[in-house]
């Protein structure tokens, strides 16, 4: 793996917002062509658009992203299919702090409410790396930003007969929602899916991303949601989702699920794109009690 240099010397922010964008690219988030601005970016992260410039430079370094004068920066249909070098901030990266926060609410070694001083005194980071961090975690829903100062954790459900009538419940209602009278696939959602999944499938361990496959395994889940044209479906996928967000990236650092979890979701996109409903969903039935059962 390659550490990115800059003349200017890249801030940890700038660093952990490239490798962000990076993993988006590359498990497919982010398909060929896809136009990024830096106003939509700096939305997106909740920073302002200077770190956002940055971080599209160290991307387009990388190959990954095309410029075009008075257009912008666009991910490059040239993207190679190899893994790509990931970026690392010195001494700890953006993803293992959030990894490391992760866990450590887990086994509650942090507390319900936290200010940044609060987290400074435990993870010796810059403020800035800290503070991409933060953000990171709020959009993924596992922490949220209190009206005044600090942050509020969600509270944490652990319980194991919570987390098994969970993957009861999702056993239902995604079994049921493929098999919808008005389920319609997507062929080309279907394709970008497969590619992501292929893609990450190609990676060495050592490059193996847990953050990439929580991501892609969320999209996932949510997209046969969506095909089943059924809005309370999608909102019960997307409810669980959220209720089980903490324990799965905690399971998705720590367990040898990810690989297997890939060729599954593989083997549903190729029973869907043969239009076997059927199969799908038995295949789906299959993907989540095993999910279940190794919790």
Not at 142 to 156: A, D, S, T
Not at 211 to 235: G, I
Not at 271 to 277: P, S, W, Y
Request: proline share 4%.
């Amino acid at each position: 793996m390659s550490k990115i240099k800059h003349p200017s010397g890249p801030s940890p922010l700038q660093l952990d917002l490239a490798n962000r964008l990076i993993q988006k690219i590359t498990t497919g988030e982010l398909p060929a062509g896809t136009h990024l601005t830096e106003e939509s970016l700096a939305s997106q992260f909740d920073v302002s658009r200077t770190p956002v410039k940055a971080a599209l430079r160290l991307v387009a370094q990388q190959e990954l992203l095309d410029y075009h004068v008075n257009s912008g920066y666009f991910v490059s249909a040239n993207t190679s299919p190899q893994p790509v070098p990931s970026i690392f901030v010195a001494g700890i990266s953006g993803d293992a702090l959030y990894q490391q926060m992760i866990d450590d609410r887990k086994h509650r070694l942090l507390a319900d409410t936290m200010t940044e001083t609060d987290f400074l005194e435990q993870y010796p980071v810059s403020r800035s790396l800290l503070r991409g961090t933060l953000v990171r975690m709020a959009a993924d829903g596992l922490i949220e930003k209190r009206r005044g100062q600090g942050w509020n954790f969600p509270p944490i459900v652990s319980a194991p007969e919570l987390i098994t009538e969970s993957y009861q419940f999702r056993i239902a209602v995604e079994c049921a929602g493929l098999l919808e009278n008005s389920f319609k696939a997507d062929a080309g959602q279907l394709s970008n899916s497969r590619l992501a999944h292929e893609k990450l499938l190609q990676q060495a361990e050592a490059e193996y991303s847990a953050t990439a496959f929580f991501t892609l395994n969320a999209a996932f889940h949510e997209m046969l949601a969506r095909f089943s044209n059924n809005r309370f479906v999608l909102q019960a996928v997307q409810q669980q989702n959220q209720f089980a967000r903490l324990d799965e990236h905690l399971a998705l650092y720590h367990a040898p699920r990810q690989i297997d979890s890939c060729r599954e979701h593989l083997q549903i996109i190729e029973a869907l794109e043969h239009g076997n409903k059927e199969w799908a969903s038995a295949l789906m039935k299959h993907h989540l009690t095993v999910a279940r059962d190794t919790k």
